[in-house]
């Protein structure tokens, strides 16, 4: 082995021994900084040296390869269902009738949470991933590898040595709460049609074309079940013990449990506590322990006989219907929501819920005046998912979903494999105005502070603001006799509004409200274009070109720089100086040479991300926590408090961004 090769190996082995400790055990034993140094040193060794490629070292990660369809492949082992029952009686029946037929052997049960996600078959040889299959109809499932290589938490290449040469290992991959809002926030951000809950999400993401988008999404892995030929294990916990070890990520939630009053602690315990955890389960899986028991148990046709679903009763409560309210959003989307006859349902009263879209509706049959279920998933805002037609009025007649936009009467559109209607009259239509204007003050768009949704509204109920390019000529005349606002409250709007000037154009791009044209393809698209003019002459070729740019979003900027209304406001921004092109980058330097920087904080001028860029370009260094070794912390608002007692302890200094800006220039 060459040297290259040799470092290749071993930083290969390094950082697979971080996602682990990272992903599997929660116990990161170094920093991103450090993890992702290595990581970039591994990608340039990678390029320069092709001949050591493997499609298993730790930067597929990051999603390479673009697969355009997925192949087909059968099971080895069947991937059969699960028997399931909400009734603990069922499952009291259940354990009698096994420990009937194991005649007076003694039974232990692994209590395992069901995860609510998809199901997933991982088949490693020689201690690596090879392929990576979804359930399909239980014989043949679509080949995922690609896609399953971006999930963290499922190990690329295993630890150890002590595996068998083939096997295969089930489990469920799933999207967390976290991802999962992170996920819908960006997407109702730019337009698109929103997941219904996470299950979905993580079962549509599986399926993306784009690996590099599976791997932005955020889903994990917990796997419940191996498969091999002469596994050298005797029960089912031992074997996922094992796995754990080679670096599969086991629930520590799983039981091993000697009797079936221990089974039902466990539900009890879990049907309650399950509202804590990060990601949702539907239920608890009981498995017979020892694998003799569970050859001689068997299965059915469709499901082993050895293991049952015990599933969680989601909470619901009755209420009636009294009406439906349409709401339009800042992309002209319509979302029918229900107004309920107040409810009790788990701790809290609920008045409102989501109907979705007109397909749910008609689908449920729900009619004004009728008895409803209501339940609250995984998610905040709660749904109806029934109704009680037993309890329907006789005459009560079905409810016609609208035609015309309840804020501006235009017609409303459904385009073709879209659930929603949409109004189309972007430019007109009030309620898309006033929502495009608060999604441009947003932090993340030009991060106007100071201007709240309720002053936007206000400002524009009164006329005083019709557009965003209105918000640069407001003087203070039109500010202080508005509700509630003082000379001072004034005098800070009109302030940060000046300041917005300075915003780069990248989050302008993202600022103005170009449909499905979210922050990170903005940032692509800015890159790539360098300013707007460029951007509005684009042909669909040319915008196919950028990365991340698809046929659906070239067609929302063409259709974008088609309508006057936008070029107008355009100008006018350009006119009250918004930045439309590109800056050129900050200067790189050495200044920062041997300086080990912590950032921390929220800023205003520039991103936490554009300052990390900032810091390595004058040839500084991130580091991720405090030390005597810190030479400074870039100090934004809201700092980490335990960073700055830290900081002060050590002595080490504060330095905001106006100083620190000012050292660069
Ligand atoms: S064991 C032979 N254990 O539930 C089937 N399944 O309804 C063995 N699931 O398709 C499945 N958590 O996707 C098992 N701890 C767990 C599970 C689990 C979630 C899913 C799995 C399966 C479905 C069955």
């Known amino acids: 082995m060459n040297q290259q090769e040799q470092r290749i190996a071993e930083l290969r082995k390094i950082l697979n021994e971080q996602n682990y400790n990272y992903y599997v055990l929660n116990d990161p034993l170094i920093s991103d900084y450090e993890f992702d140094?290595?990581?970039?040193?591994?990608?340039?060794?990678?390029?320069?040296?092709?001949?050591?490629?493997?499609?298993?070292?730790?930067t597929a990660r990051v999603g390479s390869d673009l697969q355009h369809e997925f192949e087909q492949v059968e099971h080895t082992y069947p991937m059969l269902?699960?028997?399931?029952?909400?009734?603990?009686?069922?499952?009291?029946?259940?354990?009698?009738?096994?420990?009937?037929?194991?005649?007076?052997?003694?039974?232990?049960?692994?209590?395992?949470?069901?995860?609510?996600?998809?199901?997933?078959s991982l088949v490693y040889r020689d201690g690596r991933l090879v392929r990576a299959v979804t359930r399909g109809d239980g014989m043949r499932g679509d080949d995922v590898t690609a896609n399953v290589r971006t999930v963290k938490s499922v190990p690329l290449v295993l630890l150890g040595n002590d595996y068998p040469a083939f096997f295969e290992m089930r489990g469920e991959?799933?999207?967390?709460?976290?991802?999962?809002?992170?996920?819908?926030?960006?997407?109702?951000?730019?337009?698109?049609?929103?997941?219904?809950?996470?299950?979905?999400?993580?079962?549509?993401?599986?399926k993306q074309q784009n690996p590099q988008v599976v791997a932005h999404r955020g889903l994990e892995c917990f796997v419940y079940g191996l498969y091999g030929d002469r596994l050298p294990f005797e029960s089912h916990y031992d074997a996922l013990q094992k796995a754990r070890e080679w670096g599969f990520r086991v629930s520590d939630a799983m039981k091993r449990v000697s009797s079936l009053d221990e089974v039902f602690r466990y539900i009890a315990y879990w049907d309650t506590h399950r509202a804590a955890l990060p990601y949702d389960t539907d239920g608890v899986v009981v498995k017979i322990d020892d694998y003799r028991q569970q050859r001689q148990i068997g299965f059915t046709a469709k499901a082993p006989r050895w293991a049952v679903a015990y599933k969680?009763?989601?909470?619901?409560?009755?209420?009636?219907?009294?009406?439906?309210?349409?709401?339009?959003?800042?992309?002209?989307?319509?979302?029918?929501?229900?107004?309920?006859?107040?409810?009790?349902?788990?701790?809290?009263?609920?008045?409102?819920?989501?109907?979705?879209?007109?397909?749910?509706?008609?689908?449920?049959?729900?009619?004004?005046?009728?008895?409803?279920?209501?339940?609250?998933?995984?998610?905040?805002?709660?749904?109806?998912?029934?109704?009680?037609?037993?309890?329907?009025?006789?005459?009560?007649?079905?409810?016609?979903?609208?035609?015309?936009?309840?804020?501006?009467?235009?017609?409303?559109?459904r385009e073709e494999g879209e659930a929603k209607h949409y109004c189309p009259n972007a430019t007109h239509c009030p309620p898309q105005i006033l929502g495009r204007i608060i999604h441009f003050?947003?932090?993340?768009?030009?991060?106007?502070?100071?201007?709240?949704?309720?002053?936007?509204?206000?400002?524009?109920?009164?006329?005083?603001i019709k557009d965003i390019a209105d918000l640069y000529t407001l003087k203070k005349e039109d500010l202080v006799p508005l509700e509630r606002l003082g000379n001072r409250s004034a005098q800070r709007i009109l302030d940060s509004i000046e300041k917005s000037l300075k915003v780069p154009f990248p989050r302008v791009l993202f600022a103005i409200g170009i449909r499905y044209v979210g922050e990170t393809t903005a940032k692509k698209i800015a890159a790539a274009v360098r300013d707007i003019?460029?951007?509005?002459?684009?042909?669909?070729?040319?915008?196919?070109?950028?990365?991340?740019?698809?046929?659906?979003?070239?067609?929302?900027?063409?259709?974008?720089?088609?309508?006057?209304?936008?070029?107008?406001?355009?100008?006018?921004?350009?006119?009250?100086?918004?930045?439309?092109?590109?800056?050129?980058?900050?200067?790189q330097s050495e200044r920062l040479s041997g300086k080990n920087i912590v950032i921390s904080g929220v800023f205003t001028e520039h991103s936490r991300e554009e300052y990390k860029m900032i810091v390595e370009q004058n040839g500084g260094k991130i580091v991720s926590s405090v030390s005597s070794k810190t030479t400074f912390i870039l100090a934004g608002e809201n700092m980490g408090p335990s960073k700055r007692e830290k900081a002060e302890k050590l002595g080490i200094p504060l330095v905001n961004e106006r100083e620190f800006l000012a050292m660069l220039s």
């Open 533 to 587: 003019e460029r951007l509005r002459s684009a042909t669909e070729e040319e915008l196919l070109q950028i990365d991340e740019v698809g046929g659906k979003i070239a067609g929302s900027i063409l259709k974008f720089f088609q309508d006057e209304t936008n070029i107008q406001i355009i100008e006018r921004l350009k006119n009250a100086g918004v930045s439309f092109e590109m800056q050129e980058n900050v200067s």
């Open 81 to 120: 269902s699960l028997g399931n029952t909400y009734s603990q009686d069922e499952l009291r029946d259940f354990g009698n009738r096994l420990q009937k037929e194991l005649e007076g052997q003694s039974v232990r049960y692994d209590c395992e949470l069901k995860f609510d996600g998809t199901a997933i």
């Open 37 to 58: 140094r290595l990581l970039n040193e591994l990608k340039e060794l990678e390029a320069r040296y092709p001949e050591y490629y493997d499609e298993n070292s730790p």
């Open 312 to 413: 969680f009763k989601a909470e619901r409560a009755l209420t009636r219907l009294e009406s439906v309210d349409y709401q339009v959003g800042r992309t002209g989307a319509i979302t029918p929501v229900a107004n309920l006859e107040p409810v009790k349902l788990a701790g809290t009263v609920v008045r409102r819920a989501s109907l979705h879209n007109a397909e749910q509706i008609a689908l449920l049959d729900i009619r004004i005046g009728d008895m409803v279920y209501v339940e609250k998933g995984g998610e905040i805002i709660p749904k109806i998912t029934g109704v009680d037609h037993s309890r329907r009025d006789l005459f009560v007649r079905p409810l016609e979903y609208i035609t015309r936009c309840p804020a501006c009467g235009t017609l409303l559109i």
């Open 173 to 206: 991959i799933y999207m967390p709460h976290a991802s999962f809002k992170r996920l819908n926030a960006e997407r109702e951000e730019i337009g698109e049609s929103l997941f219904a809950n996470p299950r979905n999400a993580a079962a549509g993401t599986l």
């Open 441 to 464: 003050i947003s932090r993340k768009a030009m991060n106007i502070d100071g201007l709240g949704e309720e002053t936007v509204e206000l400002l524009y109920n009164n006329g005083i």
